[in-house]
């Protein structure tokens, strides 16, 4: 026991994710048995650790692959309420995740969520503007009003003022409103160093390959370090199954029948550069399917998403060139100046897990709430639900695993905790050319640093005033610094080249190259704390150029089956 209460004291005071951190906590991974072992690293499964955590209980989280790995770094990067449910009556939802969006932007997350404004083009005379205005308007005034502006209509003139690049005869005017933004991947990392900030043990590249059972409770899980090969057996008083489109996977693991199952549903975005859209404004327009938004997002413009059923790879979903086609197809058809398949920088692919109870053979219709279930006692398994209300999902999922441990069990406290950077954000913000002047960087450097790392910008300025090198601009990716790489991996729990590419940094899609010049210096610089030699270094290389290939081919094939099958040539 005192072995165990060390690491987590060492973990809580550091918060730094690094090789020590991890040789630590997999050196003490079983030798207790812990209150709650979640299994999953997106942001359902981190929000459960930091929400256990948080009440004061033992806590480890193991995730088989990196933070944020699956649907958590795929998503449109909203934080909203999702207008369309609106329209599918869906008050409720929409209600709740209106609240965790106000929460984010003004308490829990201020450095990561920012508003972002969108123009709704009205096709339409006289109904369209009263349909779709009152249904805005019923977005603006539930659970988060006064958050953001209010929307406005707006004339057919006004609207291409705010979108030059779109075409006069596409609109009869607009509605303008306002929603929010995050870089999904990273958010979710944070939660997850902020559930380590409050004492929780979390690991990633760590595999669950069976339950542990006490006749026919769950009592913990058998466990394999992917880096090592070495297997570890966790004892818990309850488990938590956070794992989205693998819950079906899980289910097969208590060999009983479940009350739900999860459906995967493919969502696909574009990347194309800022300056190729003369917009002032994000678009939000209704498709056959869903709405396809013009997302502004740094340097560049994400264009998004589809809805359809997948039943391929979990792991590596990709985009077809029919994908492709479908959303150039849906935009252009705004645009004065149509995009090109040239134009794009980068592709994801990512799957919805959706509750799949219902009848419908339709994604669009199934549900986007959350249900809780216990299939088997000691087990408790959370599914479905949308990205926005994943502290509501995470708190209604530890209630449950809590349930039996005792009267004076503490409720959840996440709706008052920010999270790691948030706290002393706002006061740097505000002072920015204070700050950039004291750290010896560009405003504008600075002002990027601080809407990835908050207040936790000053670990970042100490590494650079130790090392001066590490304010230069990374080679091939101009818009990134050397720090950010090497905080990456002492920091923040990159263990591959690609965590470091796809999720720390959007590196792999916001550059035409995806990422290949950047990846060789990136290599580099994280191969020391790493402890990577030569051959190790030039093998993730390798690999990621593997990976590039291979999303390129893919993305060139006609069908899901065939694009499937060119993604995973390589399966890094």
């Known amino acids: 026991m005192k072995k165990t209460i060390e690491v987590r004291r060492s973990i809580a005071v550091n918060v730094r994710l690094d090789a020590a951190y991890r040789a630590d906590a997999?050196?003490?991974?079983?030798?207790?048995?812990?209150?709650?072992?979640v299994i999953g690293g997106g942001v359902v499964g981190a929000g459960a650790a930091l929400d256990a955590a948080a009440r004061g209980l033992s806590v480890t989280l193991v995730e088989a692959r990196d933070f944020a790995a699956g649907t958590s770094s795929r998503s449109s990067k909203l934080i909203h309420g999702g207008l369309r449910y609106l329209e599918q009556l869906d008050f409720w939802l929409v209600r709740e995740a209106l609240k965790e969006r106000k929460l984010l932007l003004h308490k829990l997350a201020p450095h990561l969520v920012r508003p972002v404004s969108f123009l709704l083009p009205l096709q339409h005379r006289v109904w369209e503007r009263a349909y779709i205005g009152a249904g805005v308007a019923l977005y603006d005034t539930m659970g988060g009003a006064r958050a953001l502006p209010m929307h406005k209509h707006i004339s057919?003139?006004?609207?291409?003022?705010?979108?030059?690049a779109l075409r006069e005869d596409a609109m009869i005017g607009a509605i303008r409103y306002f929603d929010a933004q995050v870089d999904d991947a990273r958010h979710t990392m944070t939660i997850a160093r902020t559930?380590?900030?409050?004492?929780?043990?979390?690991?990633?590249?760590?595999?669950?390959t069976g339950l542990l059972r006490d006749g026919e409770r769950v009592v913990g899980a058998h466990v394999t370090d992917l880096e090592t090969g070495r297997e570890y057996t966790v004892r818990a008083r309850s488990v938590i199954s956070a794992t989205g489109v693998w819950t079906d996977e899980m289910n097969?693991?208590?060999?009983?029948?479940?009350p739900f199952h999860v459906r995967m549903s493919k969502g696909v975005h574009i990347m194309v550069p800022r300056e190729r859209l003369d917009l002032h404004t994000g678009i939000a327009v209704r498709t056959e399917k869903s709405i396809l938004f013009v997302i502004p997002w740094h340097q560049h413009w994400i264009i998004g998403t589809t809805d359809t059923d997948w039943a391929l790879?979990?792991?590596?979903?990709?985009?077809?060139?029919?994908?492709?086609?479908?959303?150039?197809?849906?935009?252009?058809?705004?645009?004065?100046?149509?995009?090109?398949?040239?134009?794009?920088?980068?592709?994801?692919?990512?799957?919805?897990?959706?509750?799949?109870?219902?009848?419908?053979?339709?994604?669009?219709?199934?549900?986007r709430e959350h249900a809780v279930a216990e299939p088997v006692p000691g087990l408790f398994v959370i599914a479905g639900g949308k990205y926005t209300t994943y502290r509501v999902m995470a708190a209604d999922v530890v209630d449950a695993a809590v349930r039996d441990f005792g009267t004076n069990m503490a409720p959840s406290v996440t709706e008052h905790l920010p999270l790691l950077g948030a706290v002393g954000y706002k006061e740097l913000a505000d002072d920015v050319a204070a700050v950039a002047a004291r750290a010896g960087l560009p405003t504008a450097a600075v002002e990027h640093l601080l809407g990835r790392y908050g207040s936790g910008v000053q670990e970042l300025?100490?590494?650079?005033?130790a090392d001066s090198e590490l304010a230069r601009p990374i080679p091939g990716a101009e818009e990134y610094l050397a720090v950010e790489a090497v905080y990456a991996a002492t920091h923040e729990g990159?263990?591959?080249?690609?965590?470091?590419?796809?999720?720390?940094?959007?590196?792999?899609?916001?550059?035409?190259?995806?990422?290949?010049?950047?990846?060789?210096?990136?290599?580099?610089?994280?191969?020391?704390?790493?402890?990577?030699?030569a051959e190790t270094t030039d093998r993730e290389i390798a690999r990621y150029r593997d990976r590039v290939a291979a999303e390129l081919a893919a993305n060139k094939a006609a069908t899901d089956e065939a694009a499937n099958a060119a993604r995973?040539?390589?399966?890094?």
């Open 461 to 465: 300025f100490a590494m650079i005033e």
């Open 252 to 258: 097969r693991m208590t060999g009983v029948d479940f």
């Open 26 to 37: 997999l050196d003490a991974l079983g030798d207790n048995e812990i209150d709650v072992l």
């Open 195 to 208: 559930a380590a900030q409050h004492g929780a043990t979390v690991l990633t590249r760590t595999k669950v």
């Open 568 to 572: 995973l040539v390589a399966v890094a």
């Open 313 to 367: 790879d979990k792991n590596h979903p990709t985009a077809s060139h029919a994908d492709i086609r479908y959303i150039l197809d849906h935009v252009n058809a705004l645009l004065r100046e149509p995009l090109t398949e040239d134009d794009i920088v980068g592709t994801y692919a990512g799957l919805r897990p959706l509750l799949a109870g219902a009848e419908s053979s339709d994604t669009t219709k199934l549900s």
């Open 156 to 164: 057919h003139s006004r609207a291409l003022e705010l979108g030059p």
């Open 494 to 533: 990159a263990l591959h080249l690609d965590d470091v590419l796809t999720r720390r940094t959007r590196i792999s899609i916001e550059f035409a190259d995806r990422g290949l010049e950047a990846a060789t210096h990136i290599a580099r610089l994280i191969a020391g704390p790493l402890g990577w030699d």
